[in-house]
């Protein structure tokens, strides 16, 4: 039924719940887990001219944590591709599940509410507007 599972992470606590539903689904069909990280705009762009120091712990961050759920496959049994993107991150999330064909997207939703969720919006509501494939979203565990 999947293939191939993308699993968007941001490395955070919250993530962390898409990133083991993914895996559980990815386990019980055999498929590929597609781990991607987004570096967004607007991160991106406050650490220009800073330096390299900034961009590379940016860079660092995101490699951790798509190598985290690489080695987490990799403990399952299952084959793992990692991707960096920096962009708007729904938009670079439905970008990649297109060209890299992946049947299902799981992940987490931050449990943000009212004013909060208003202000900073959500990405992974976007995400579940505007994809043409299943989303699973998986609610963080308090």
Known sequence: MYDAVLVPTDGSDAASAGVTHGLDLAAEFDAVVHALYVVPESER????????????????????????????????????ETEIRSGTPH???????DEAGVDLVVMATHGRTGVSRLLSGSVTERVVRNANRPVLVARRTR
């Open 45 to 80: 762009a406050s650490i220009v001219g800073s330096g390299d120091v900034g961009e590379s712990s940016v860079v660092a961050a995101a490699e951790r944590a798509v190598e985290t759920v690489a080695a987490a496959a990799d403990d399952r049994g299952l084959d793992a």
């Open 91 to 97: 938009r670079e999330i439905l970008d990649y599940a």
